[in-house]
Nanobody, 126 residues
Framework: QVQLVESGGGLVQAGGSLRLSCVAS????????MGWFRQAPGKEREFVAT????????NHADSVKGRFTISRDNAKNTMYLQMNNLKSEDTGVYSC???????????????????WGQGTQVTVSS
């Protein structure tokens, strides 16, 4: 089992920045990748970014490329999402997730992930 706890959400004006953190605990050695997803009110959950823990390879959704950056500190079992130039459409609940290796080299779908955090609210005011 892997437990995930997010922090760093809040209210920010458009154009501002936030940094989300996700701390993993438990059987973290089994984790292959970690990712961020978000869900806006009335919308489906969508992929934001993922990072492969061993290589540091990242993948970002087109909607956040150039504005968001995913990173990790393996020694601290912590993943980050630096969000710059925030827009109102970035509003939502941001959840971190952990994936075990199942043959999917770049997990982009929620179904690729086994463990989920509770989420942290990000609200961007225009």
């Amino acid at each position: 089992q892997v437990q995930l706890v997010e922090s760093g959400g809040g209210l920010v004006q458009a154009g501002g920045s936030l940094r989300l953190s996700c701390v993993a605990s438990g059987q973290t050695s089994s984790t292959y990748a970690m990712g961020w997803f978000r869900q806006a009110p009335g919308k489906e959950r969508e992929f934001v970014a993922t990072i492969i823990l061993s290589s540091g390879r990242t993948n970002h959704a087109d909607s956040v490329k150039g504005r968001f950056t995913i990173s990790r500190d393996n020694a601290k079992n912590t993943m980050y999402l630096q969000m710059n130039n925030l827009k109102s459409e970035d509003t939502g609940v941001y959840s971190c997730a952990a994936a075990l290796f199942r043959g999917v080299f770049v997990p982009l779908s929620g179904s690729d992930y086994t463990y989920w955090g509770q989420g942290t609210q990000v609200t961007v005011s225009s």
